[in-house]
């Protein structure tokens, strides 16, 4: 199976940012992030400054868009959030 053919999974929860792949996954804490980006076509969640897990916003549905972004401002300090919205 070639690496465009994985089925993705994402669940935000209140104290962590789950981002699953078939059978291998990554759990990231909230608090573990250190930058919160959004652009034009993701969501990108740093971890180290060169180094972010990224959520396409084509697969999120447009009234999900604002739930995404009240949970990055509930759980990510207000420094470390560039949101377009």
Same mark, same amino acid.
């Given at each position: +199976?070639? /690496?465009?053919?994985?089925? *993705?999974?994402?669940? @935000?929860?209140? =104290?962590?940012?789950?981002? !699953?792949?078939?059978? +291998?996954?990554?759990?990231?804490? *909230?608090?573990? +992030? $250190?930058?919160?980006?959004?652009? $034009?076509? @993701? @969501?990108? @969640? #740093?971890?180290?400054? !060169?180094? !972010? #897990?990224?959520? /396409? $916003?084509?697969?999120? &549905? !447009?009234?999900? %868009? &604002?739930?995404? =972004?009240? %949970? ?7 420094? =470390?959030? $560039?949101? &377009?919205?």
């Amino acid at each position: +199976m070639s /690496p465009h053919e994985y089925r *993705w999974t994402f669940e @935000f929860e209140s =104290r962590e940012y789950v981002r !699953a792949v078939r059978a +291998m996954g990554s759990n990231l804490r *909230w608090r573990a +992030m $250190k930058q919160v980006v959004e652009t $034009k076509e @993701f @969501f990108l @969640f #740093y971890v180290t400054a !060169a180094i !972010a #897990y990224y959520l /396409p $916003k084509r697969i999120v &549905a !447009a009234q999900d %868009l &604002a739930g995404v =972004r009240d %949970l990055v401002h509930a759980h990510v300090a207000r420094n =470390r959030v $560039k949101l &377009a919205a």
